[in-house]
């Protein structure tokens, strides 16, 4: 079991380009969550996968956010038109599936936009 | 929609003191709750979680929290702090409608006094 993983760490970008994450989830785990944090403030929910589909996505996730999970495995987080607004910490977690398991975070990836 | 509350964002403690961080939860249905910790750049770690079995939790790193319906609380607590402790706490609730996100409190910075 090697975790959650995300990458890149940190990411710093101009306002208007297109950003790209992506997450790793622990092998076995069929959800998949994307959480946003800003500093000072504990993470909120943007949207989470089970296998490969997105069921639910927060009213947070502007038109200019897109996320996939092809085939169930990774996921990756697609920011585009970047704001100055969009700078924060993005985390992904994974769990088995099964009622309100826990969440395995990644280490995140920063954002910052120039 | 469940929710909780965090007071206080800044913890002084001294090392050797107890240590004692506030959650007051909202929800329509039994909640599961969570404390998770997150040290400098980077992720989540669960410290405990309660389920509705015992109300008397144990976790990681000798914390401890108690969930009291009566006063809608899962306080955590610590009787000795660690230099180690030094890090931000977050309290979540999760959802009960299916998909598990979780709500998170805005977190305690905990400082730790030599």
């Known amino acids: 079991d090697t975790g959650v993983s995300q990458n890149p760490r940190h990411k710093i970008t101009k306002r208007g380009q297109n950003v790209t994450f992506r997450c790793d989830p622990i092998?076995?785990?069929?959800?998949l969550y994307w959480y946003r944090q800003t500093l000072g403030q504990g993470p909120e929910f943007l949207t989470y996968?089970?296998?490969?589909?997105?069921?639910?996505k927060s009213r947070l996730l502007s038109d200019r956010f897109s996320a996939e999970r092809p085939k169930g495995s990774f996921s990756t987080l697609e920011i585009q038109r970047t704001e100055q607004g969009d700078s924060a910490m993005y985390l992904c977690?994974?769990?088995?599936?099964?009622?309100?398991?826990?969440?395995?975070f990644g280490p995140g990836t920063r954002l910052l936009v120039l | 929609a469940q929710s909780v509350t965090q007071l206080g964002s800044h913890v002084s403690v001294s090392e050797g003191a107890l240590v004692l961080l506030r959650c007051n939860y909202s929800s329509s249905v039994p909640p599961y709750l969570f404390w998770y910790v997150q040290y400098p750049n980077q992720g989540l770690q669960l410290l405990l979680k309660y389920t509705s079995a015992a109300t008397l939790v144990k976790g990681i790193n000798g914390f401890e929290a108690e969930f009291k319906k009566s006063e809608t609380s899962f306080h955590l607590t610590k009787p000795s702090a660690h230099m180690s402790d030094a890090a931000e706490y977050f309290c979540?609730?999760?959802?009960?409608?299916?998909?598990?996100?979780?709500?998170f409190g805005k977190g305690n910075q905990v400082v730790v006094i030599p």
């Open positions: 996968f089970q296998n490969e589909a997105q069921l639910e």
């Open positions: 977690a994974s769990s088995l599936g099964l009622d309100r398991e826990t969440q395995y």
């Open positions: 979540a609730v999760s959802d009960h409608y299916g998909n598990n996100r979780l709500a």
């Open positions: 092998s076995e785990h069929n959800r």
